[in-house]
């Protein structure tokens, strides 16, 4: 699926969920540091492919997280390999494609701070702002602060109507972002 025969991404829509399954490992990353990520890159166009995959390495882990149509978000760990041969729906060679790391300067600055909160992003879609209707888009991990004055201390991915997006700051969208936080005791760091 996304271009790589082996991936079987797990779709959520519910950030309760989401959390449900995911908890106690995201719990775990919570002191640790995203070293290091990937991209799925299209080499004709020179750009990111933002329909495919992210892939964050976090503590020798890879965490590959997808936004799906408008209310799907995935999250698998370890489940295909980077060296994997990339194929967009049968496009072979008229769209190469190969995985990119760090190619964005802005989230690469981001890189090896230690991670302080993760929150599962949720979004009021219909603008109705009943507690059903909101439905998860996304992740967010919130980075050591460089000085007071740093709100550029965020490595989130989200849903960006069917395609990925990536942000260094806070996601904002008044009254419609609502974040689940990620709890727990982890190691004394919390």
Not at 133 to 159: A, M, P, Q, R
Request: glycine content about 6%; overall charge negative.
């Amino acid at each position: 699926m996304l271009g790589i025969p082996s991936y079987k991404p797990k779709f959520h829509n519910s950030g309760k969920s989401f959390k449900n399954e995911f908890e106690k490992t995201l719990t775990e990353l919570i002191g640790k540091k995203i070293e290091r990520y990937w991209l799925m890159w299209d080499l004709n166009e020179d750009e990111w492919l933002a329909d495919g995959p992210v892939v964050l390495e976090i503590d020798g882990q890879r965490f590959e997280f997808t936004a799906y149509q408008l209310d799907d978000f995935s999250m698998t760990v370890n489940s295909f390999e980077l060296s994997e041969k990339l194929d967009w729906y049968g496009s072979g060679d008229e769209m190469p494609l190969t995985w990119k790391e760090n190619p964005k300067i802005e989230l690469s600055k981001n890189l090896n701070k230690v991670i302080t909160d993760i929150n599962i992003l949720t979004y009021d879609f219909y603008q109705k702002n009943k507690e059903s209707e909101f439905i998860l888009v996304g992740i967010e991990f919130v980075l050591k602060k460089e000085s007071e004055s740093d709100e550029e201390n965020f490595f989130s991915i989200y849903n960006g109507l069917d395609q990925n997006e990536l942000k260094n700051t806070e996601l904002r969208i008044e009254n419609q972002i609502k974040r689940i936080k990620i709890t727990g005791y982890n190691n004394g760091y919390k």
